[in-house]
Structure formats: C-alpha cells, structure tokens
C-alpha cells in the first residue's frame, strides 16, 4: 500500500451519491490505488467555489469499503482543501478526482459547478485534479451507468498517475471528464474546449406543499424524480411569496469554437477539456476598453445620460 499512489475523492452531491460512491468502488476494486474520501456530508450541487469562511466545518468518519473516509460539513472546495491540508489526513494525494456527478458539467455551467470546484480547489494549491461528470438523462439513465463511467475513467487515471510519478505532468491546467448518457457505447476520449453551452433559469411562484421536478447539479431538470419544496428552517408567515427555479430550455451558441464540449458529448464522446482559473474575457472586449477607458471622464454630467 505504501508505494500506491493516492487518490482523493471528492464531489458536490454528497458522500452518499451513487456517483461517488460507484467511483469509489471502481477504484479500490483495481487494488491500484490508496483511496482517500472527504466528501460533503449532504447535497451541495451549484454551489460553485463557495467556501465556509468564519465558522468551523465538521467532519464525521464514514465506513466506505477499502476507503478512508469523512463527511464534512462544509462545500466541495471546503472539502478538498481540508483533505489535501495534511490536517485531516497524514498525507496529501497524488490526484484529487471530483465526481462523478448527476449531470453533465460543460460549457458556461462550468462556471456553478460544485464539481469542478472540487478539483479546481486542488488545481489552485499545486495538486493534481480531475473532475468526472455523467450526462444523466431521465428515462434513459441508470445507477449502474456510474460503474460504467468510473471504469471508462480509468485509463485515463491512470495515465495521469503515471505523468505524476514521472514529474511530466503539467500543473497550470486540470481536467474536466464529460461521460455521455449512453456511456456503454460511448465513441471514445475527445479533446475538448469548454463551450457556451447553457441551460437559461426562470422563476415560478410556488406553494410549500408543491412537488417538482429534482434539480441537478447543472441546473437541468430529472423529471422522473419529484420531491417536496424544502422551506428549510425558515419561519413562513402569510406574506411570505415563495418561488422556485425552472428550466427554460437550453442554449447551444457554440460560436466559433469547433471543438466545444457539449457538442461532442451529445454526439457520445467522453470529453476531456483542459480548464484553468483565469477569466479572460473574449477576443476583442480588452481593445474596445483600451480605448473607452480614457474617455470615461467625459460622461460625468448629466446631459449625456
């Protein structure tokens, strides 16, 4: 055990997710690999790269077969922080892999993911990272196709592990892995870019005793599932309006990006998309502002509003 390399897994949907819970079972069956767990302790989809900055987290141990395991109070970035820290385990992995998550993660959603935030937290202290995410899709989609994602993820883990273990592995990037619905008879790895590709939100007023379609992580709707809507601990007076996000339908601008992620990944490929953590804006905005910025002072009055 001591020469395997170690991997830490993380994710947004919660220790108890299927998704993680198949990854995790993936990599400890292959006797390759060191597993390390520390994981939100509840569902925290959406949540981008929020972290917990004022209060303490707790951390509870879990029982996950040939893993070792926590389940933090906190969010996926939280969770990957104090996993590498040193404070939480007595090591710091080799690879941090988050996922595999409900839903696809591509293009602007990218951007709310609480998946990729888990890997991107590992990206920004130096650590290796690769976020995992299946294209589930209500009707079609099954648990046991997270087994299938995590097996197709292994090649590539691996071949990581090895750049690792050979200092060859580039660490200004990390890994964004796309799995397709029909991930049994996916079409193979594709080099991807991230995309543009959105889901536009809405809001409809709703009442407590409504049911809903379950929300995913990226934003899309499972309308095979239907759960309450949850008030939390807020005391609900009669003037209170209540409102609830909606899937509008979504929004593939792709642009002039010809090797985008989502357009790949419908056509049935596992995308692999190199992500960084700057934002730049896009071709063209940086000249227009060179040359608006000067001229700034000359709107202050009022008459050219």
């Given at each position: 055990?001591?020469?395997?390399?170690?991997?830490?897994?993380?994710?947004?949907?919660?220790?108890?997710?299927?998704?993680?819970?198949?990854?995790?079972?993936?990599?400890?069956?292959?006797?390759?690999?060191?597993?390390?767990?520390?994981?939100?302790?509840?569902?925290?989809?959406?949540?981008?790269?929020?972290?917990?900055?004022?209060?303490?987290?707790?951390?509870?141990?879990?029982?996950?077969?040939?893993?070792?395991?926590?389940?933090?109070?906190?969010?996926?970035?939280?969770?990957?922080?104090?996993?590498?820290?040193?404070?939480?385990?007595?090591?710091?992995?080799?690879?941090?892999?988050?996922?595999?998550?409900?839903?696809?993660?591509?293009?602007?959603?990218?951007?709310?993911?609480?998946?990729?935030?888990?890997?991107?937290?590992?990206?920004?202290?130096?650590?290796?990272?690769?976020?995992?995410?299946?294209?589930?899709?209500?009707?079609?989609?099954?648990?046991?196709n997270f087994t299938l994602s995590a097996e197709?993820?292994?090649?590539?883990?691996?071949?990581?592990?090895?750049?690792?273990?050979?200092?060859?592995?580039?660490?200004?990037?990390?890994?964004?892995?796309?799995?397709?619905?029909?991930?049994?008879?996916?079409?193979?790895?594709?080099?991807?870019?991230?995309?543009?590709?959105?889901?536009?939100?809405?809001?409809?007023?709703?009442?407590?005793?409504?049911?809903?379609?379950?929300?995913?992580?990226?934003?899309?709707?499972?309308?095979?599932?239907?759960?309450?809507?949850?008030?939390?601990?807020?005391?609900?007076?009669?003037?209170?309006?209540?409102?609830?996000?909606?899937?509008?339908?979504?929004?593939?601008?792709?642009?002039?990006?010809?090797?985008?992620?989502?357009?790949?990944?419908?056509?049935?490929?596992?995308?692999?998309?190199?992500?960084?953590?700057?934002?730049?804006?896009?071709?063209?905005?940086?000249?227009?502002?060179?040359?608006?910025?000067?001229?700034?002072?000359?709107?202050?009055?009022?008459?050219?509003?």
């Amino acid at each position: 055990m001591e020469n395997q390399p170690t991997i830490m897994v993380t994710n947004d949907d919660g220790i108890d997710a299927p998704g993680l819970r198949a990854l995790v079972q993936v990599l400890v069956s292959t006797r390759r690999f060191q597993v390390l767990v520390c994981a939100p302790d509840s569902e925290k989809s959406a949540m981008s790269h929020s972290i917990t900055w004022r209060d303490p987290i707790a951390a509870r141990r879990v029982e996950i077969d040939g893993a070792t395991a926590y389940a933090i109070a906190g969010t996926p970035a939280d969770c990957t922080s104090l996993g590498i820290s040193k404070s939480l385990f007595p090591l710091i992995p080799d690879l941090v892999i988050s996922g595999i998550n409900m839903g696809s993660n591509c293009g602007y959603h990218i951007v709310y993911s609480g998946t990729v935030a888990g890997a991107r937290e590992a990206f920004f202290n130096d650590i290796p990272a690769i976020s995992v995410s299946y294209n589930w899709f209500g009707g079609q989609s099954k648990v046991e196709n997270f087994t299938l994602s995590a097996e197709a993820c292994i090649p590539i883990i691996t071949a990581v592990l090895v750049e690792i273990k050979n200092k060859t592995y580039p660490l200004r990037c990390f890994l964004n892995i796309d799995l397709p619905t029909d991930v049994a008879h996916n079409k193979g790895y594709k080099l991807t870019k991230q995309g543009k590709s959105i889901y536009k939100m809405g809001w409809s007023q709703v009442t407590s005793d409504m049911q809903g379609g379950k929300m995913l992580s990226t934003m899309t709707m499972d309308t095979d599932s239907t759960a309450p809507i949850e008030t939390g601990a807020l005391n609900l007076s009669q003037d209170h309006l209540l409102f609830k996000r909606e899937v509008l339908g979504g929004k593939l601008d792709e642009g002039d990006i010809d090797n985008a992620d989502f357009k790949f990944l419908q056509q049935g490929y596992i995308t692999v998309t190199p992500l960084g953590a700057l934002s730049h804006a896009e071709i063209g905005c940086h000249s227009y502002f060179k040359d608006w910025l000067p001229s700034v002072g000359e709107h202050l009055s009022a008459s050219s509003l």
